[in-house]
């Protein structure tokens, strides 16, 4: 089968083209074959050896973890073959996703809702999981509550922008002027252009903050979060002065990390099936393009998500 290796960490020319056997699966496992493969930040950081690089010990590295396609042979009860499934198979870990075939663990996946596309299916997962896990499992998000999207136009933005709003609460979230109307469109109730104004300036009596930037956003969210309220950080560390003024404020400050999760993804399907959450995938990539996908999500600017088809 056609499959993407890296056999040292580095730049995205380390990804490598190669011909590989078919995977063998386990016991509670589904042979998928893939049409489609969502990308995400965290490809490149453990291409570079960050992200999840420590949690990989086989070599060569098969990156990626979204996955969406049709299940070819299975030792679950779950799934037969011919399912049509989705989902973030074995993070953090090995997903092995930039692959023609995938050994998916059965409780990872769940089966794609018939509505949607493969690559919407695929887009859907470990950026949908992060914000649907932070909204639900670190942090139960409520009807009327005010909840900020810290990168709202992104992967993990653009479905958590929809996912609070499923959950009745008055969103805000911030982009560049570019990506307003695509913010508004996802349901937010505000859009504020942090190129043009300094968040703390106009939002206020916040309970929830999603934040998917750095340290310093952290920080300076904690200036418009009420006591009592959380912030959520996915993407950088908690300083001493976070915990310092978190503390002082009587803010809950937590950061988090994605696991795949079946259940979670059952769930992701409900909204997508029934309307609730879209997909907005903004390129699409063949495999054998796959180092400008890395390049493309390695900018920081792309809008919705980036999806990759063997
Ligand atoms: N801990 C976890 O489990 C977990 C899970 C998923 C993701 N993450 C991390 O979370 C981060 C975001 O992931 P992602 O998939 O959403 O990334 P992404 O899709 O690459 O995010 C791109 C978006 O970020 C926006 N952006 C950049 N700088 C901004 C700023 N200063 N203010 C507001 N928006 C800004 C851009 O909008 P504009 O062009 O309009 O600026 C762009 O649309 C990554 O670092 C990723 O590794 C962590």
Known sequence: MKAIILNEFGPASHLRFADLPVPQINDEEVLVKINAIGINPVDVKTRQGKGAAGAITESPIILGWDISGEVTESQSSRFKKG???????????????????????????????????????????????????????????????????????????????????????????????????????????????????????????????????????????????????????????TTDAIQEKSQMKGIKVLHTMVKSNGKDMEQLADLLENNKMRSHISEVFALEDIQKAHNSIETGRTVGKIVVKP
């Open 83 to 237: 399912d049509e499934v989705f989902g973030m198979v074995n993070f953090p870990g090995h997903g092995k996703a930039y692959a023609e075939y995938v050994a998916a663990p059965a409780g990872h996946i769940t089966l794609k809702p018939g509505n949607i596309s493969h690559d919407e299916a695929a887009a859907a997962c470990l950026a949908a999981l992060t914000a649907w896990q932070s909204m639900t499992e670190h942090f139960q998000v409520k009807k009327n509550q005010r909840v900020l999207i810290q990168a709202g136009a992104g992967g993990v933005g653009h479905y958590a922008i929809q996912i609070a709003k499923h959950f009745g609460a008055y969103v805000i979230a911030t982009s560049s002027e570019k990506n307003k109307k695509f913010i508004l469109s996802l349901g937010a109730d505000e859009h504020i252009d942090y190129k043009a104004v300094s968040f703390e300036d106009v939002v206020s009596d916040i309970d929830f903050v999603l934040n998917a930037l750095s340290s310093d956003i952290a920080e300076r969210s904690l200036s418009v979060i009420k006591q009592g309220g959380t912030l959520i950080n996915i993407a950088s560390s």
